[in-house]
């Protein structure tokens, strides 16, 4: 089986998968775990007794988030991985079918590479956009032949709310009370909310026209915990894919077993 981890600012998020199945079946997992980071260490139990032969993570939360892993992957003692099997997703100028268009390849966040390499496999020949929507939103632009051109960063739908002092543990449930008729709130917290999700939608909005500037049609993509709540308000054709990152480290570690006959 081959183990994936997305550690991202908020969450980790871990699947299996067969190493044998190939990348129809991206996005079908084995087994599938969310958890908060204060939740590390239960991942030594939800790993033993699975024969892993690879793993591969992604971890843009930090060094003491990396050892809270590593202490479960060797906790997890029936794995028996080599520490050539444990790899660490990083972005390289070229992976999974993607090249890297940053100035500096490296400086890409690994999350968001995922992310890209992910969207190009599933929608292979179309130029995307790829907008994840969580602790921060990311919206970035790939060509139809897979070059990563380049993105933006922005606060993410609770940081927005957050940094005006509104009570943001009411936000989801205002965000799903608006619709496009609503774009002028009658009360606070909603007017908060309505403000934030047009600034989120405006930027992507924004990339998908400047993008199509250059090719007749873009798909835009979404992805994150806050996608449900920016995509009614969409005016452009959009699609939400669960996990995005992780069907990136699926498509890598799908190849590399491929090319490694021990995997």
């Known amino acids: ?47 033993q007794g699975v024969q892993i032969s690879r793993a591969l993570l992604s971890n ?17 003692t029936t794995t028996a991985l080599r520490p050539a099997h444990i790899d660490w997703f990083a972005s390289t100028p070229l992976l999974g079918g993607v090249r890297n268009g940053y ?10 590479f995922a992310s890209v390499i992910g969207a190009h496999a599933l929608f292979p020949q179309q130029a995307l956009i790829v907008a994840t929507c969580g602790t921060a939103t ?7 032949d897979g070059i990563f051109v380049g993105g933006m960063i922005l606060p993410g739908l609770g940081l927005m709310a957050s940094s005006l002092a509104s009570n943001t543990a009411q ?8 619709s496009l008729s609503q774009m002028f709130a009658d009360n606070t917290d909603a007017a908060i909310a309505a403000g934030c999700i047009a600034a989120q939608a405006g930027a992507i909005e924004r990339a998908v026209a400047a993008h199509a500037q250059l090719h007749a049609a873009v798909q835009c993509v979404l992805a994150g915990g806050a996608a449900a709540y920016i995509a009614p308000q969409l ?28 995997c």
């Open 171 to 178: 936000l989801p449930q205002v965000a799903h009370s608006l």
């Open 103 to 112: 100035r500096n390849p490296a400086q890409l966040g690994c999350d968001r």
């Open 60 to 76: 843009v939360a930090g060094a003491a988030l990396r050892q809270g892993l590593e202490a479960a992957l060797a906790a997890a």
């Open 138 to 144: 990311t919206v970035d632009a790939l060509s139809a």
């Open 1 to 47: 089986m081959l183990l994936l981890v997305d550690a991202g600012n908020t969450r980790i998020k871990w699947a299996l998968v067969d190493a044998t199945a190939g990348l129809d079946q991206l996005g079908r997992w084995s087994a599938f775990g969310s958890l908060g980071h204060a939740e590390v260490g239960t991942l030594a139990r939800a790993w």
């Open 235 to 262: 005016r452009v054709p959009h699609q939400i894919v669960d996990n995005l990152v992780l069907i990136g480290l699926q498509v890598v570690a799908l190849q590399a077993a491929d090319s490694d006959p021990s």
